[in-house]
């Protein structure tokens, strides 16, 4: 008795081709049709197969993309993709709390290097506001890393970016191949192609061996940038800085190795993880949009009590406003499956930290002037005498 397979699209994504016996079947049975009607036949026959083949892709999947038997190794990845990306949220943030809440030290008010709008003017209206008060700051600080972080290591669109840049790893004069190729995309075929290609690439470049990178080639460039990055970002940030970042140079080291990590694994895989911010009414505003409950959380949205339990922001009461004036850290989606098929298909896999809380600007005391005080009143009380003894 012969063994049923409990899954039938179990071999969904295997590739098959049945030209030959569809060809010798139709030289049987219609030996006497036109050929031009066979052909007609045969591609129509070939767009039905490779329609079904795509259905039973779709449903041999679970609910968020995995397959629903039980991949073992695709589903401890992408676990360990979101544990690292919450253990680097984590560092930032304790990296930020450390060096910049407080009161600014002394030595780190000298003239601005870069100006503050330039740095911050996208990230919020109210940077100005965030800059002076001393328990927000950090907040302004984390979502100034994390933009750096997404423009210089993690974007898929931007020229030298990630540690794979082109043929020769970190010359810029070199044809930025991912770019060109990714930007050429326009359908799900050639997404399927491109993916297959970007994460062949990266295995063959960097494998990983042992839970180590090994690259085969000089990563020093790399090792270069990611200084140059660190030394860059440390003094942008000094003016702004409680206490010496010299100290925390080790640790934003760390923060930014991690990120290039994290990029690389991304990039091993044939489903396309990729970070998702959001944009307000201009081009580069990453403010003043609406809040989406099912892409964002609001790091205020919880109670005092659990914030200080969980280690978490502030200590003001939640804020309700549905408008997000601060993005903290992006949203870390997927497009396709493990088998890197189905990319017009995402799936949020880790929501984007953000702040809905308005922050007010703090107003000067006015002092009360008395009544007829000061030159002004002395004049007038001496122009009152004069009138009256004219």
């Not at 401890?76 to 680097?88: D, Q």
């Not at 423009?151 to 810029?172: E, H, M, P």
């Not at 989606?333 to 600007?361: P, T, W, Y």
């Amino acid at each position: 008795m012969g063994h049923t397979n409990p899954n039938p699209f179990g071999d969904a994504d295997a590739e098959w081709s049945d030209e030959e016996e569809l060809l010798e079947s139709w030289s049987t049975s219609a030996a006497q049709e036109p050929i031009e009607a066979r052909l007609q036949r045969f591609y129509q026959v070939t767009r039905e197969r490779d329609a079904l083949r795509k259905e039973l892709q779709r449903k041999s999947v679970g609910p968020h993309g995995i397959p629903a038997t039980a991949s073992v190794v695709y589903k401890s990845e992408e676990k360990t993709l979101i544990e690292e990306l919450h253990a680097l949220r984590y560092e930032i943030r304790i990296w930020t709390e450390e060096y910049f809440s407080g009161p600014i030290k002394t030595s780190s008010r000298r003239p601005y290097l870069t100006r503050a709008k330039k740095l911050f003017g996208n990230l919020s209206e109210n940077y100005n506001t965030y800059l002076k008060d001393h328990d927000d700051r950090p907040l302004l600080m984390q979502s100034y890393i994390w933009s750096q972080l997404q423009t210089k290591i993690f974007s898929n669109w931007q020229k030298g970016c990630g540690y794979v840049w082109a043929g020769k790893l970190g010359d810029r004069k070199l044809r930025p191949i991912n770019d060109t190729l990714r930007k050429a995309v326009k359908n799900e075929e050639e997404a399927e192609q491109y993916h297959q290609w970007r994460s062949l690439t990266v295995n063959l470049l960097v494998p990983q061996v042992d839970g180590k990178w090994r690259p085969t080639f000089d990563a020093s460039p790399v090792l270069k940038r990611i200084s140059r990055f660190c030394s860059r970002t440390r003094r942008k940030l000094r003016p702004w800085s409680a206490h010496s970042l010299r100290a925390g140079k080790e640790q934003l080291h760390t923060i930014v190795s991690a990120a290039v990590a994290l990029d690389l694994k991304m990039k091993r895989q044939l489903a396309d993880y990729r970070f998702v911010t959001f944009t307000g009414g201009k081009k580069d505003q990453f403010w003043g949009y609406g809040f989406y409950e099912s892409e964002m959380e609001d790091v205020y949205d919880d109670d005092e009590d659990e914030y200080h339990a969980m280690g978490g922001y502030g200590s003001m009461a939640s804020a309700k406003s549905r408008k997000v004036e601060l993005a903290l850290a992006p949203a870390l989606e997927r497009c396709g499956n493990s088998n890197g098929h189905i990319f017009e298909q995402s799936f949020m896999l880790v929501k984007a930290d953000v702040s809905c809380k308005r922050l007010e600007k703090m107003k000067k005391p006015v002092r009360p002037t008395k009544k007829g005080g000061g030159m002004r009143g002395g004049v007038e009380a001496l122009g009152k005498a004069w009138n009256r003894q004219a």
